[in-house]
């Protein structure tokens, strides 16, 4: 881990001395990557708890409780999900709800950065259906919405009436160009795309060539601003949303919505996570992450899973360095959730970039690994078995020879010195966490 983390923060250095030399202005269309943190992003994100019921107040009251109980921990992010717009503005981009938002969004993001943090907002690719209607003119151009518009087709995989961009065309580029503006002009520090296919939604689109526009316009802004695609992205782009993104949701929505009543459930949006996640590790690293969706641990039997299945899921998401953003409402932290969520040996699994694999997935005793390249292996032991089973490990099959010490990353309990075998006896969709270190 130690060799990693000093690269990884050489990097992280340069990268933000980038930053520094690009705010004043000094560099332009230079950098390489979009974000100057590259490890997984950590926050809060509105729409489990909050869904299209956010506005001025209730995002300022969110950003505050983070400030004062989970932001000394590392989650930065307050990021708005959908129901945050309204129309759109002269030029044809998407613009703010003005009875949610009646001073706009520019105010919100400064009371989010005075506390220290960084704000998130969020877009689906396309031409909004009021932009189309207007025929509006695209800004510092003299072409029009209309001279853009691929005819006949939807702008994204949502079944609405808003249309695609034909890239050919002039003008294209500079309508994505004029919104990633206005998201920097606000000072957006995290931009969520929505309903990007190819990939889930409710109707076929290939928005490839839209992230990739959105990826050189952030750049452009010469404000980092990390770009995250959602939802159920197709693996076999997998290689372009590594390319032009800084991470990609594997899978459909963690909410449970009308299927349960809790913000999720372990069997219907958890599980399904360990099945789907294998395939898409080798495309993850500095920068570029899988993304598990929300993490909905902290609002205590409101989450919808039980103890042991809150620490599976935060175990999961940390094995993977999957972005930890909380789903859960942050006025309503419960002292269990708040003990889990800011445990600073498990977020430092997640933020330390090894993205784990499973040993086998050939029963529901499941053992996952990864090796830290400095002697360290991540070890994740799971049941996720619906009755009480013993989990098995024996240390060569994770490549290791020599006499091994364990240290429960839950409890913070070092273990001490284990036999060639380690067993563990879990409840229902219970898991165990350890770094073991080779002797
Ligand atoms: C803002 O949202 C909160 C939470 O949904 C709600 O209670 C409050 O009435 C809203 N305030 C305004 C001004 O809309
Ligand atoms: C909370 O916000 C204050 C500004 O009001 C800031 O000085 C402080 O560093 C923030 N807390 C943490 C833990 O970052
Ligand atoms: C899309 O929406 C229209 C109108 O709401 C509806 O008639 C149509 O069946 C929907 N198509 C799909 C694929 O959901
Ligand atoms: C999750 O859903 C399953 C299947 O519907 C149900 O049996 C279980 O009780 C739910 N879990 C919780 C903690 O509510
Ligand atoms: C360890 O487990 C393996 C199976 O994984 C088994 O073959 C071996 O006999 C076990 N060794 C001991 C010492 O229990």
Same mark, same amino acid.
């Given at each position: 881990m130690a060799q990693y983390s000093i690269l990884l923060r050489t990097v992280v250095v340069f990268m933000v001395t980038l930053?520094?030399?690009?705010?004043?202005g000094n560099l332009v269309h230079a950098a390489p990557v979009l974000s100057p943190d590259l490890r997984p992003p950590m926050g809060w994100s509105s729409w489990s708890s909050l869904r299209g019921k956010i506005n001025a107040t209730s995002i300022k009251a969110q950003s505050l409780a983070m400030n004062k109980s989970l932001q000394k921990y590392g989650y930065e992010y307050i990021n708005m999900d959908a129901g945050w717009y309204s129309g759109v503005d002269d030029y044809g981009r998407t613009t703010w709800d003005s009875k949610k938002f009646?001073?706009?969004?520019?105010?919100?993001?400064?009371?989010?950065?005075?506390?220290?943090?960084?704000?998130?907002?969020?877009?689906?690719?396309?031409?909004?259906?009021?932009?189309?209607?207007?025929?509006?003119?695209?800004?510092?151009?003299?072409?029009?919405?209309?001279?853009?518009?691929?005819?006949?087709?939807?702008?994204?995989?949502?079944? &609405?009436?808003?249309?695609?961009?034909?890239?050919?065309?002039?003008g294209a580029a500079a309508y994505v160009q004029s919104q990633a503006d206005l998201f920097a002009s606000w000072g957006v520090d995290y931009i969520k795309m929505d309903f990007v296919g190819p990939g889930g939604g409710r109707i076929a689109a290939d928005n490839r060539a839209d992230i990739e526009h959105w990826h050189q316009a952030i750049l452009n802004t010469n404000r980092f601003m990390y770009l995250g695609l959602s939802n159920s992205?197709?693996?076999?782009?997998?290689?372009?949303?590594?390319?032009?993104?800084?991470?990609?949701?594997? !899978?459909? &929505?963690?909410e449970c919505y009308s299927h349960c009543t809790g913000l999720t459930n372990f069997t219907v949006r958890?599980?399904?996570?360990?099945?789907?996640?294998?395939?898409?590790?080798?495309?993850?690293?500095?920068?570029?992450?899988?993304?598990? !969706?929300?993490?909905?641990?902290?609002?205590?039997?409101? &989450?919808?899973?039980?103890? %042991?299945?809150?620490?599976?899921?935060?175990?999961?998401?940390?094995?993977e360095s999957a972005p930890l953003l909380l789903g859960i409402d942050l006025t309503k932290l419960d002292p269990l959730g708040l003990e889990l969520i800011t445990n600073s040996e498990v977020i430092a699994v997640d933020q330390s970039g090894h993205p784990a694999l499973p040993l086998s997935q050939a029963t529901k005793q499941q053992v996952w690994f990864s090796n830290n390249q400095d002697g360290s292996y991540?070890?994740?032991?799971?049941?996720?078995?619906?009755?009480?089973?013993?989990?098995?490990?024996?240390?060569?099959?994770?490549?290791?020879?020599?006499?091994?010490?364990?240290?429960?990353?839950?409890?913070?309990? %070092?273990?001490?010195?284990?036999?060639?075998?380690?067993?563990?006896?879990?409840?229902?969709?219970?898991?165990?966490?350890?770094?073991?270190?080779?002797?």
């Open positions: 930053a520094t030399v690009f705010s004043r009646p001073d706009g969004i520019a105010p919100v993001a400064q009371y989010v950065h005075s506390l220290g943090q960084k704000f998130g907002i969020y877009l689906v690719p396309g031409i909004p259906a009021a932009a189309v209607a207007a025929n509006s003119p695209i800004k510092g151009t003299r072409y029009r919405i209309s001279d853009i518009v691929a005819p006949n087709l939807p702008g994204n995989t949502a079944n &609405d009436s808003s249309a695609a961009i034909d890239y050919t065309k002039p992205l197709s693996f076999a782009n997998a290689a372009t949303w590594q390319r032009y993104s800084n991470g990609w949701r594997i !899978d459909g &929505d963690i958890v599980a399904l996570r360990f099945a789907d996640v294998p395939k898409w590790v080798p495309f993850a690293g500095p920068g570029h992450w899988n993304d598990l !969706d929300s993490i909905e641990v902290g609002n205590g039997a409101a &989450d919808g899973l039980t103890p %042991d299945e809150r620490q599976t899921m935060l175990t999961l998401w940390s094995i991540t070890v994740a032991l799971f049941n996720l078995a619906d009755i009480t089973a013993t989990v098995a490990v024996s240390w060569k099959d994770l490549g290791i020879t020599g006499p091994v010490t364990a240290r429960n990353l839950w409890t913070h309990t %070092d273990l001490g010195r284990q036999p060639a075998n380690y067993s563990a006896s879990l409840g229902p969709h219970a898991s165990q966490l350890l770094r073991i270190v080779e002797l």
